[in-house]
């Protein structure tokens, strides 16, 4: 009596099945950095000092954690791209070319409209743009996937790369401001429509357009019958179409909404960083979203921890420079241990003896164990 | 961590394309970007004690800063301010890209080293990073190499400071074009902007200035950072059986090592590659930021800044002014070859020698300087070049 009353908040799970998910990733962090101070100690550095760094850069302080929400607020957005399309069984890894896609289509709204518009309606058109022009490009290696069979991992990786020569092309050409003699880029667009910061801090909107895109999508894969649907086609992709789900619809559908809120971080990253559409934009925050995907097990809300946690990690890239003279790559190796180590862990899921069930045996008789 | 996770299990499979991703990821954020060895910072605290009005300085690269190009001529300059300059603690970032990254990079130098001055030395850093950075600290200096300053539009605690290096690229092609027996020369070029168009165009009058038949043939990679095909467009000047190649990209590593391996001589860019073409380079046009920042580094002790008018905004020289200079000739050149491209750069230095002399046509047929004029190095006009001069094998669009 008493023993299934403690656990009963685990719904019938076993305490140990439920440990699972907990002790697995923190084993795996816990690796990672054994495995990261060993390289630091041959760098040259003290471990532990680099640590204390590390945590101080990231989380420190207010200024810390704002250094790491800005880097965060990005990859939150572009990891959703990959993370949808999972649930179905797919894997898109065109997050980069879905953000230059976005981007470019801010900015052509925004310039478009001008100053015609209050700025808060430029703002919505170009958001409205960057989400369809986003959400199309990663719609069509869906489409690609569904009608014709073409893996649409090597499709959307493709469409990075055309998605960012179309860009080139752009401010290269047509959209090229003359007077920006730094490097070819487009008009800037008009400053009613930048997105500023959240009050009284540095970090601009994207942060909450990332936390409420990731809670949206929660909602809708894990609360709605459509997620439901998407999940049950990702299971077993034949069964769903017995039970006579609309799966290419759902593709069509999920892909769409994955290559919007990737579309929406280029949109962000046009109208509150660079304010002009160029190749800064095209900055890795879309390969990175695949990594925090991955590492989130496609979890829209753990999407949300992990890259802060990225964040964090690339928010302290400079101090392990400046402070331990560790090479520039230093927070690149970090960042690849500890999310090799993530993904690692994941396949010893259902694999370590001491997280099954004995269901069949009393549970005095695996004390030994 | 969601108890949700149950719902979707990993397969192997998808653990192995997550394993794929992750690689394809370290490809793309260029992983193997060397290790560079940062030899002055004084570690976190440098009380040193000997100087008690220590001044920080901070210098953020774009790339690694063993890259054998640009970043590397600027880390070499920091360098040399630290070791020249009593005084000046450096700190350094490498690898910043020209995104928030950046200007998180600069408040941090700023707030938690208490940096006075910075040198975020990447062209795109400027607008908007840079200038937003300036107008939120305004006693802290910010110098930019671009020479994108404006008097009155930009904040008063904002420098730039940039080369004339396309004297530099003029002797090299006088050596080039000595050195080349059919004339034909190559240059691997990044973008089609001003700067870029002036160095292919006076790498080309200096090597029309010793052989008048020699040309240039430019191949565009449209990247500033693109190996592959500055390899490509390497491999396919060595088949055109062009002799000699030069280029101006971030990091002219490939370009070298590539044409070395197929025997054409190279002149390199930005810094001193003879390490990677040991045989076949000629000589090369470099930065030579260390006097530059050395002599900036002394005003900065002086007490002197930008902000008082005690440093000019805007600061431009070229080979004259050590700005810029020469590699050392390889073993390979000709003692002709070195004779004229000495005199070339004393009668550069002396002023006797303007590159851009009128009549000058470009390779289209158009005249862009009538006979009888000329502009000097340091003319605006020059600072708008959009065309290719006479000799020059390529077009800009």
Redesign the interface.
Request: without cysteine.
């Given at each position: 009596m008493a023993s299934t009353t403690t656990q009963g908040r685990f719904a019938g799970?076993s305490w140990r099945e439920?440990l699972e998910?907990?002790v697995l990733?923190l084993g795996a962090v816990l690796s990672a950095l054994v495995i990261f101070g060993v390289f630091c100690a041959l760098a040259g550095a003290n471990p532990l000092a680099v640590y204390g760094s590390i945590y101080k850069?990231a989380f420190g302080s207010w200024?810390a954690w704002q250094?790491t929400l800005?880097?965060a607020s990005p990859l939150m957005l572009t990891a959703l791209c990959t993370a949808l399309p999972?649930?179905l069984g797919l894997?898109i890894?065109g997050n980069e070319g879905a953000l230059v896609m976005g981007g470019l289509a801010a900015v052509l709204a925004g310039l478009a409209l001008g100053t015609s518009l209050p700025g808060g309606l430029v703002l919505l058109a170009m958001a409205v743009a960057s989400l369809v022009a986003g959400g199309l490009w990663i719609m069509l290696a869906g489409a690609l996937r569904h009608y014709r069979g073409v893996n649409e991992?090597i499709s959307s990786?493709l469409l990075n790369y055309i998605a960012i020569a179309l860009m080139?092309h752009l401010v290269?050409?047509p959209l090229r401001d003359p007077a920006?003699?730094?490097?070819?880029s487009s008009y800037e667009i008009a400053e009613a429509a930048w997105l500023g910061n959240l009050p009284a801090t540095?970090i601009h909107w994207g942060l909450i357009y990332g936390l409420v895109a990731s809670a949206l999508a929660y909602i809708l894969i894990?609360r709605t019958t459509f997620g439901f649907a998407a999940?049950t086609a990702?299971g077993n992709i034949r069964a769903a179409r017995m039970a006579g789900l609309p799966v290419g619809k759902l593709t069509l559908a999920v892909c769409f909404l994955a290559g919007s809120c990737a579309g929406l971080a280029g949109m962000v990253?046009v109208a509150a960083?660079?304010?002009r559409l160029?190749?800064?934009i095209v900055?890795?925050y879309g390969?990175?979203g695949?990594?925090v995907a991955?590492v989130a097990?496609?979890?829209p809300?753990?999407t949300v921890l992990v890259s802060v946690l990225l964040g964090g990690i690339?928010?302290s890239?400079?101090?392990l420079?400046?402070?331990h003279?560790l090479?520039?790559?230093t927070v690149?190796v970090f960042q690849?241990i500890v999310?090799?180590c993530v993904?690692?862990s994941?396949?010893l899921?259902?694999r370590l003896a001491i997280f099954q069930p004995r269901a069949a045996r009393p549970d005095g008789a695996v004390a030994s164990v | 961590m969601s108890d949700r996770n149950h719902s979707f299990p990993l397969s192997r499979r998808q653990v192995m394309r997550g394993l794929l991703a992750t690689s394809a990821f370290g490809l793309t954020a260029k992983f193997g970007t060397g290790c560079a060895q940062s030899s002055d910072t004084g570690g976190e605290a440098a009380t040193d004690g000997a100087a008690p009005e220590e001044m920080v300085v901070g210098f953020i690269y774009v790339g690694p800063k063993d890259d054998f190009g640009y970043n590397q001529a600027h880390a070499e300059g920091a360098a040399a301010m630290v070791a020249n300059v009593p005084g000046i603690r450096l700190v350094e970032e490498a690898s910043v890209p020209e995104t928030t990254a950046v200007a998180e990079t600069m408040r941090s130098m700023i707030e938690i080293d208490g940096a006075k001055v910075l040198f975020p030395t990447s062209f795109g850093y400027f607008d908007p990073h840079i200038l937003a950075m300036a107008e939120e600290f305004p006693d802290v200096q910010f110098f930019h190499a671009g020479g994108l300053y404006q008097e009155g539009v930009h904040p008063k605690n904002v420098g730039s400071y940039f080369g004339y290096i396309d004297e530099a690229q003029y002797v090299a092609g006088v050596v080039a074009g000595r050195m080349s027996k059919s004339g034909k020369l190559g240059f691997v070029a990044a973008k089609p902007i001003p700067q870029v168009l002036r160095n292919v165009n006076s790498f080309t009058l200096g090597a029309r200035s010793v052989n008048p038949a020699a040309t240039t043939q430019v191949i565009f990679t449209g990247e500033w950072a693109e190996p592959v095909k500055e390899a490509e467009a390497t491999n396919s000047m060595a088949d055109q059986g062009i002799e000699v190649i030069t280029c101006h990209v971030d990091s002219p590593k490939v370009v070298m090592e590539t044409a070395e391996r197929r025997g054409v001589f190279t002149s390199g860019y930005h810094a001193d590659q003879s390490p990677l073409a040991p045989e076949g380079y000629l000589t090369g046009a470099e930065w030579d930021w260390s006097s530059i920042y050395t002599s900036l580094g002394q005003e900065f002790m002086a007490g002197k800044t930008l902000m008082t008018g005690d440093i000019p905004h805007i600061l431009r020289g070229g080979l004259a002014d050590n700005f810029c200079k020469m590699s050392p000739y390889g073993p390979a050149v000709s003692d002709e070859a070195k004779a004229d491209g000495d005199a070339a750069i004393a009668a550069i230095k002396a002023g006797e020698l303007v590159i851009y002399q009128g009549p000058l046509m470009t390779n289209t047929g158009d005249e862009v300087i009538p006979a009888g004029s000329e502009l000097k190095t340091d003319d605006v006009e020059l600072e708008k070049t959009d065309y290719f001069v006479e000799g020059v094998i390529g077009s800009i669009s």
């Open positions: 799970r439920s998910p907990v990733p850069a200024s250094n800005i880097r999972a649930r894997v890894i991992t990786l080139s290269q050409g920006f003699v730094s490097k070819p540095r894990q999940r990702g990253e960083v660079q304010k160029n190749e800064s900055s890795s390969y990175a695949i990594l991955f097990r496609h979890n809300l753990a690339l928010a890239g400079g101090i420079q400046r402070s003279d090479p520039d790559a690149l690849g999310f090799l993904l690692f994941e396949s899921y259902g | -």
